[in-house]
């Protein structure tokens, strides 16, 4: 059901590129053609999970594939398909582009959990609400694949008490205790703060998890020292992989970063094309 959904939102993406034909290609009907997709850079793959049942879904032929969280070299073949000709030149594109976005975030994903765990093996990196619309469950899904943590899907899925939550209400602990006292036990409750006192307030009044927002390194070690097994803390912002390291040193618990989807590179795909 699930797989049905994303190859939908696939469909959705190819009716938008070739809507409503492809008044180029629709001229090569009728002759039968292979695609074989390479990679012009080297990085972790991402997207043949949901590529491959979106090709079966429009009738094509997967003759080889490799599987998402390999590291792929220059030119290395990744995905080989077949079907009408026609038809496989009109989603070279997509399957490019798609594939492309989702291995840059994986790839820069797994450079930076590389990168961090050099200094500090426990540390998690993760990724942000800073995401595409309506493409964010593709991303999410990328990071993962680069060895990183999702975070929150959606709004729903914990509590993030942001400065703007805490300007409108006016007291911290008491908007805790009322979050608290209204919702299930099972969301945690984490708040944003971005200095020592603040963080030291968040930790007395119940949260479960801080988040550091925007804080140097030198600025975050105290906080750890004071507050580190007590509650979850999380580093964010102005975060990438130049500096990564530098934040995991910290030791903190959490590395979110948005650098991962809204300044990742996307790899370069190619697809050849030969007649059959």
């Known amino acids: ?16 590129d070739a809507f409503p034909e492809d008044i180029t290609s629709k001229y090569l009907e009728r002759i039968k053609a292979r695609g ?11 997207g043949n999970k949901f590529i491959l049942p979106f090709l079966k879904e429009l009738g094509f032929h997967v003759k080889e594939f490799s599987n998402d969280g390999k590291y792929i070299d220059v030119n290395e073949k990744i995905l080989v398909f077949e079907g009408d000709a026609s038809n496989v030149l009109t989603i070279e594109r997509l399957v490019l582009n798609f594939l492309g976005r989702l291995s840059g975030i994986a790839s820069v994903t797994n450079l930076m959990v590389n990168r961090a765990k050099e200094v500090n093996p426990k540390v998690r990196i993760a990724g942000t609400r800073k ?3 309506g493409f964010r469950v593709f991303e999410k899904y990328a990071i993962e694949v680069g060895g990183g943590d999702p975070h929150r899907y959606n709004l729903s899925d914990a509590i993030l008490i ?4 805490i300007a409108i209400f006016g007291d911290l602990s008491k908007l805790i205790k009322k979050i608290r006292d209204s919702v299930s036990f099972t969301k945690m409750i984490e708040v944003e703060v971005s200095t020592y006192e ?7 009044a119940g949260a479960n998890a801080i988040l550091l927002d925007n804080m140097k390194p030198y600025e975050i070690i105290p906080i750890v020292n004071e507050l580190k097994g007590k509650v979850i803390l999380e580093a964010s912002g102005g975060i990438g992989p130049d500096n990564v390291a530098d934040y995991a040193k910290t030791d903190v618990d959490i590395i979110s970063s948005g650098y991962i989807t809204h300044s990742s590179r996307s790899l370069d795909f190619s697809m050849d094309v030969e007649r059959i």
């Open 1 to 16: 059901m699930i797989e049905k959904i994303y190859v939908k939102r696939l469909i959705e993406y190819l009716e938008e």
């Open 36 to 46: 074989i997709v390479k990679c012009k850079d080297h990085g972790v793959l991402a």
């Open 131 to 133: 995401t595409t619309p």
């Open 162 to 165: 942001k400065d703007n939550h």
């Open 198 to 204: 603040d963080a030291i307030k968040a930790y007395k």
